[in-house]
């Protein structure tokens, strides 16, 4: 046990390299420009904190998406799950962990619904999504008078969003994830259908059973996120697709977190990746950017890692050629 510790040290190191480069030039360059802010404890954990949002949804993202199934809608299952479980629970005066079960469930049956008109219907998962979408935000308006949810006035209800029980759900859905996807099954069919779909359901993997636990996960793991979402910020009914800027917002950490996964594993990986995404992002604020270049510069920095990331072997081999022409 202690051998294998030790042999996986050097692929966390690697994992989580990246957030740790992020923050310390982020912060020497606040430094240098005299903007305090970013080296305080509460900038720390303002930045893990809103990593465990992003890392939910990035989840809830890389999953289908491993199967080549891109999904638009977990940003408003996210907002109808929230306003739907949010508003019930205050409506029966109960606790945090109903609220937490009653938005899960929510969330679960939203995204199986989807699931099944996939299967159904049998059209790729970027036109049935898009039309769920739009069904599910019109939704969004019309329950509980399309008044939404103001979760967060109820300070009883939002324990999940405040330390210490925020990073403790983060290490619980972790822990899960990773079994889920390493020990069980489900992963390895998963990873099979991902590989050579054809090959996989002829070596006896269910295809449909797979796909149906899949948005099962999903689900799930959007509803721990709309819990954490409505605790924090005001829900609103979404309109005109505006539910999918949740998705896009967490397909960062998901981009970049899978890269990182090769050196140690997918939870690990996306988590890291939410990590340096945050930092970056929250680096932009202390150094006052406009919003809308901080989404240029996020989309920038991201199109320039995936560069790099996927042509990295093209690159070393350049400079070895060009040191051996030069003599270097």
Known sequence: MKKLIIKRV??????????????????????????????????????????????????????????????????????????????????????????????????????LLEGVLYLTVRVPTIIVSLGVVMVYEALSGVVYGGGGTQLY????????????WVYVVLAVVMVLFYFL??????????????????????????????????????????????????????????NNLSSTSLMFSSMGPVLVGLYLARFSNIPLGIFAGALGMNALSYGMVILGIDSSIQTVNLGVFIVAFMGYTSNSERISRFFRNFRTRTGA
């Open 10 to 111: 050097p692929g966390l190191l690697k994992t989580f390299l990246f957030p740790v480069a992020v923050y310390a030039i982020i912060l020497l360059i606040t430094l240098l420009m005299d903007r305090s802010g970013y080296a305080a404890s509460g900038a720390f954990d303002r930045i893990i904190r809103s990593s465990v949002l992003s890392t939910m949804i990035a989840y809830a993202i890389a999953l289908p998406l491993s199967g080549a199934r891109w999904d638009f809608a977990p940003g408003i299952i996210i907002i109808l799950s929230g306003i739907i479980g949010s508003n019930l629970t205050i409506q029966l005066g109960a606790g945090p962990l109903l609220l937490l079960v009653l938005t899960v469930a929510v969330a679960v049956v939203l995204s």
């Open 153 to 164: 006035m109820h300070s009883g209800l939002t324990v999940f969003a405040r330390t210490p």
């Open 181 to 238: 996807l390493e020990r069980t099954r489900f992963g390895y069919d998963t990873r099979s259908l991902a590989a050579n779909p054809r090959l996989a359901v002829n070596m006896g993997v269910r295809e449909k059973r797979n796909i149906m636990l899949t948005y099962l996960t999903v689900g799930a793991l959007l509803g721990v996120a709309a819990v954490i979402n409505a605790s924090t910020v005001l829900v609103s009914p979404a």
